[in-house]
């Protein structure tokens, strides 16, 4: 099965995004910072000085759920399907350095049904209290001529704050430099369209075990949260070690290392540093899922890529794991084309 | 008809509301200004000092275009559509007295359309340009098992600033105050799957000339433009004429005035002072829609309200019409029970 079968043409989506580009630049003053490849937005806020150092940015981004949704409303987890949200946006702040300051959201349905908007809330304004984000607003659409009947679709916009130089951009990355991988807890909020074909093709019921697992259900195993890197990553903000982030989201571990690089740098990506979770290996197997489609799909184990300077970076792990994560050696720069290239195949858990 | 009638359920929402409000004010630290039923949220900007009256404050709101999107789409002027959406969110900010500085958006499909989604973001990048915003970010989302095949939701976060002294929030409202309303384009972005419902069972081809109108076509009233009312506004703001605006959107005309009216005062809206544009009165008798449910669903005509000092209407009114608005003198505030009160029927245009 490849992932344009099962519902999205993530090279369409490519060409569309850029021939929006133009538009979008049109309206950008000078005070729009124009990041490459930007997990966000980020601007000058008004009144800050203009070269300044300690100058304050404002860095914003919006996103949705996705079909994760439909899986965690089956099983009565909308609420830490929303929450994900919420991290997720977070988690595309920090990779600029930049802290959550609020939350917006955006929930539709065709009908609205109460307990659907409710356990929806719940779960934004709890992950809201994990990031630090005021939930200030939302929007609450009942549009039954746009929406199929009983599902809900969830957006939101996550808003923060960044100063100048603790802004990460990509910019400092080198050749020699370290890639470490920070372990995701399942597929995070990308790849559930074709996840949710896998499972529906493989028969297998929600609740059966995972195989291969360690006992969880392939339901418990797919809705896995939306793992937040900032307790970890936001003590190395402004410190030297830390190069760039990327976020891994849809386009999996290169399709999102490649937007913090700069020309000349190639990152190499050795497949068999970190053990591949069950979830993916049974993805992959029951979905006769190509290897590259999936590497272009889910995160196969990996939900935030750090790049620092070598020589660090058994340290910077080493205080990753104090914090609670597991990190990975995962590959290294180079000198060359700019991007992101695998090497060699995967190791099993 | 009634609006309950055609898919929209207003008090149902207006109960969910409130029973979210828990859930949301659970986030909010002592950074948010609690606003009385404020259009946008506003929050401290960190680094800007507590009470200080030059302090700036960040300001956002998000909402959807709604159904108006299913019209404009037949009409093929989803570009306009996808405008007002931005012009919707840059008044919300007006009335709290802060200016746009960015604009995310989020595209959902079941399938993304190239041509849907290119006419979505030149829409909303004419529109950034208009209000003075950045097209900061968006997401475009391909959802085949959440959206109807063919329709496209639309929603968008607007984030402003706003310097503490220029904030309004309704608290200078007084009993003696002049009510003023500023023309609107139509139905702006509020009560289209009303109006969707009654263009249906009327039997008018979209291309049939309005019944009472000049000339124009249905489609062309029904798909007016959102008014942006900045230009008009932002020389006012900071000023000592304007107590209060109230951007009239779901809710109508007295929906939208109490929420920014503290306690003891008493709103009287003059239903003849301005006259009642043709589309209303097709939509109200081809619908055979209850004056009550009209005014609770329409702007009927009046896009935006400005409470200011009695002494000061006519002079502002004055400088408003200058500016290219139609403004008229429609009520005015009283001591008693909060709220706001219709007095008479309308005029017709």
Same mark, same amino acid.
């Given at each position: 099965?490849?992932?344009r ?17 133009r %538009? ?9 910072r ?18 300044e ?5 404002? /860095?914003?981004? !919006? ?17 830490? /399907?929303?929450?994900d ?6 988690? &595309?702040?920090?990779?600029? =350095? ?17 307990? *659907?908007? $409710?356990?929806?809330?719940?779960? $934004?304004?709890? %992950? ?11 929007? +609450?659409a009942?549009?039954?001529?746009t929406?199929?009947? =009983? ?17 990460? &951009?990509?910019?400092? *990355?080198?050749?020699? &430099? ?8 399942? !597929?995070? +909020? ?7 074909r896998? !499972?529906?093709?493989?028969? $297998?019921?929600?609740?059966? /075990? ?44 290169a ?13 190499v ?9 069950? #979830? ?10 190509p ?5 272009? +799909? ?7 890529? #750090? *790049? ?5 970076a058994? %340290? ?8 609670g994560?597991?990190?990975f050696?995962?590959? %290294?720069?180079v ?6 290239e695998w ?7």
């Amino acid at each position: 099965m490849r992932y344009r079968d099962s519902g999205v043409d993530l090279e369409r989506s490519d060409a569309l995004k850029a021939a929006l580009a133009r %538009a979008v630049e049109g309206t950008w003053g000078a005070e729009v910072r124009a990041l490459r490849g930007g997990f966000a937005g980020v601007m000058r806020w008004p009144g800050a000085a203009g070269g300044e150092a300690g100058a304050r940015l404002v /860095a914003a981004t !919006l996103d949705g759920v996705g079909s994760k949704l439909m899986l965690a409303q089956a099983a009565g987890r909308l609420d830490a /399907a929303a929450g994900d949200l919420v991290r997720h946006g977070a988690n &595309d702040l920090l990779v600029h =350095g930049a802290r959550p300051l609020a939350f917006l959201d955006y929930i539709a349905q065709a009908r609205l049904e109460r307990e *659907v908007v $409710l356990a929806v809330v719940e779960g $934004l304004a709890a %992950a809201c209290r994990e990031v630090g984000a005021a939930l200030l607003g939302g929007e +609450t659409a009942e549009m039954p001529d746009t929406y199929r009947p =009983g599902v809900v679709d969830v957006a939101g916009c996550m808003i923060g704050t960044v100063a100048e130089r603790e802004l990460l &951009d990509g910019g400092a *990355v080198r050749a020699g &430099d370290a890639v470490l991988g920070l372990g995701s807890d399942g !597929l995070h +909020t990308n790849g559930y369209t074709l996840a949710r074909r896998v !499972l529906e093709r493989s028969g $297998l019921a929600p609740e059966a /075990a995972l195989p291969g697992g360690a006992g969880e259900s392939v339901l418990e195993a797919l809705l896995g949260r939306h793992r937040w890197y900032g307790p970890a990553l936001a003590p190395e903000l402004g410190g030297s070690a830390v190069r760039a982030l990327a976020h891994v989201t849809g386009g999996g571990i290169a399709g999102n290392l490649v937007r913090v690089l700069p020309e000349g740098a190639h990152a190499v990506i050795e497949a068999a540093a970190w053990p591949r979770p069950a #979830v993916f290996r049974w993805l992959i197997g029951a979905g006769a899922i190509p290897e590259a489609d999936a590497r272009a +799909t889910f995160n196969l184990g990996i939900g935030m890529v #750090v *790049v620092c300077a070598a020589g660090e970076a058994d %340290a910077l792990a080493a205080r990753l794991r104090a914090r609670g994560e597991r990190a990975f050696r995962i590959g %290294a720069v180079v000198a060359g084309a700019r991007g992101v290239e695998w090497s060699g195949g995967p190791r099993d858990e």
